[in-house]
């Protein structure tokens, strides 16, 4: 299995990685996967761009020092403060149709397993008024984790996202942005992998991450920096 660490140069960049990560899996059929601290900004989904106050949503973020992107798949507005740990695990596919539930089953449970090697009491769901709200979320004294699915036709990415500390900076940054796009946002809602009672360190949360979703296979380490 191919295991990229680290992140590109930029934020264009590092999200070409990843977009080059899945085209590569799909024409080698080898599996990927990637855990790394994507750079400081917020990412709004799709359907964020059409709220008629996306602008106001984006002068929040950007005036906190949060400089924003906008990402092609769905999903809601998401903060990354520098120390959050996004994943991506890119799988080869026979049939871009089938797959879908079990791979998401899969990952959840992963991210599951994963959080509680390093001691955080972490659970399926989310808590009410979440960011990026969604049905497949780990929570343990707030959300922790969304994940998300890109499908193509002949490979598939789940990826997500996990608080490892900034709650409350993250707290803060979105619910201007929540109001803006006119989404219920409670910052109650959000947790942290440290408040939770594991450990601050973006690090020790990527590699737990990767030795859950690589397991037995044989990984093939690369560095963004060589990806890019």
């Known amino acids: 299995m191919r295991v990229i660490r680290g992140r590109g140069p930029d934020k264009v960049s590092d999200r070409e990685i990843t977009a080059a990560m899945l085209r590569e899996t799909g024409e080698t059929g080898e599996p990927a996967f990637r855990a790394w601290t994507p750079h400081r900004q917020v990412a709004f989904g799709r359907r964020d761009t059409r709220a008629n106050r996306y602008d106001e949503a984006v002068d929040a973020a950007e005036s906190r020092g949060f400089p924003a992107l906008e990402r092609s798949v769905g999903g809601r507005a998401v903060a990354y403060t520098g ?36 001691g955080v009491p972490a659970r399926r769901g989310e808590p009410p ?75 020790a949360v990527c590699r737990a991450l990767e030795d859950v979703f690589v397991g037995d296979a044989t990984p093939r380490i690369e560095d963004a920096s060589d990806a890019a």
């Open 129 to 203: 008024d979440s960011y990026c709200p969604g049905d497949h979320s780990v929570q343990a004294g707030g959300k922790l984790c969304g994940i998300a699915q890109r499908v193509r036709k002949s490979s598939a990415l789940v990826s997500g996202v996990v608080v490892v500390t900034d709650r409350d900076e993250i707290a803060e940054v979105l619910v201007p942005i929540y109001d803006a796009i006119d989404v219920p946002f409670d910052p109650a809602s959000v947790g942290s992998v440290d408040t939770a009672g594991g450990p601050a360190d973006p690090d």
């Open 83 to 118: 120390t959050t740990v996004a994943f991506a695990y890119a799988t080869p596919l026979d049939d871009a149709r089938a797959g879908l539930d079990e791979r998401y089953e899969a990952a959840t449970t992963a991210v599951v397993r994963a959080l509680r090697t390093l």
